[in-house]
């Protein structure tokens, strides 16, 4: 199908659905300007429905006019009044625009319309987890596990916090559970093996790790902590890995991301060694 002429998209003779094709067409090709058009015409022809507001709040939010999105989330709001996908968008705005406490009133309203809907939690989460807020995050991701047990965002971001809060058990039967959901999930792999390293059971650490490299061989921080694990191996047994080959990884990783503070500091640890 091809895209209606712009100086054609006042005629009467099309349907809703003509615009709303040409509309994602636009999105899709980033004309914001004329998609925005299509989408006003569709408001003129149904002005009560509610997903519309949303589709046009959605151009808004790619043009940057954060107000003018949130004033459309909100009109889709007026329509239908418990509409999660709304509260949520206005959420989200609200997020960009700084004003998180009011953001954790709108996700809270999504989540008192439906309490066993895991979408709004995971926003909820996902913002308390943003900011170091991890008993409050730490909560709703439980509540989200205890929805869906098969949710592995919230179990690998639960995973995380009990990693961070040095509960290394809970950690790493997060991450597992991850992975037996997603064997080919990287980070869970690379978190697994942090979990083995940090409890100095390097071993098993640089096994995982040399997993997680099978999936994606060019992880960039896989590649540091096996080297860092074959690091700490070496200075225990010196006869048992072979220095210059975690030198080779680490040149790997800089290859990539030559700023990489942390591989710098290892390269200096290991000539100092």
Not at 31 to 45: G, M, S, T, V, W
Not at 80 to 100: C, P, R, S, T, V
Not at 149 to 170: C, E, M, S, V, W
Request: aromatic letters at 12%; one cysteine or more; charged letters at 25%.
């Amino acid at each position: 199908m091809s895209i209606v002429n712009s100086k054609n998209i006042n005629k009467d003779t099309y349907t809703s659905a003509d615009y709303e094709n040409w509309g994602f067409i636009y999105l899709e090709n980033k004309d914001y300007d004329q998609a925005l058009k299509c989408f006003q015409k569709i408001i003129e022809l149904e002005p009560s429905n509610p997903k519309t507001y949303i589709s046009l709040g959605y151009i808004y939010e790619k043009m940057d006019m954060l107000d003018s999105a949130k004033k459309s989330y909100e009109k889709s709001l007026e329509i239908k009044n418990d509409f999660i996908e709304a509260l949520l968008k206005i959420g989200h705005i609200l997020e960009l625009q700084g004003d998180y406490h009011n953001a954790v009133e709108q996700y809270n309203k999504a989540i008192e319309s439906d309490p066993h809907a895991v979408e709004p939690r995971f926003c909820l989460a996902s913002l308390y987890d943003r900011h170091d807020m991890y008993d409050e995050a730490a909560e709703e991701y439980e509540n989200i596990i205890e929805i869906n047990p098969r949710h592995t965002k919230a179990l690998h971001n639960l995973g995380r916090i009990y990693f961070q809060n040095g509960d290394y058990a809970k950690a790493l039967r997060n991450f597992q559970n991850v992975l037996k959901l997603e064997p080919q999930n990287t980070d869970a792999w690379n978190d697994l093996g942090s979990v083995y390293e940090i409890t100095r059971n390097y071993i098993q650490a640089i096994s995982t790790y040399r997993k997680a490299l099978k999936v994606n061989p060019l992880h960039e921080d896989t590649n540091y902590n096996l080297a860092n694990a074959y690091f700490s191996l070496f200075l225990s047994n010196p006869n048992i890995v072979k220095i210059d080959d975690i030198v080779e990884r680490l040149q790997l990783v800089l290859s990539q991301n030559p700023n990489n503070k942390k591989v710098w500091e290892l390269l200096s640890k290991i000539k100092a060694s």
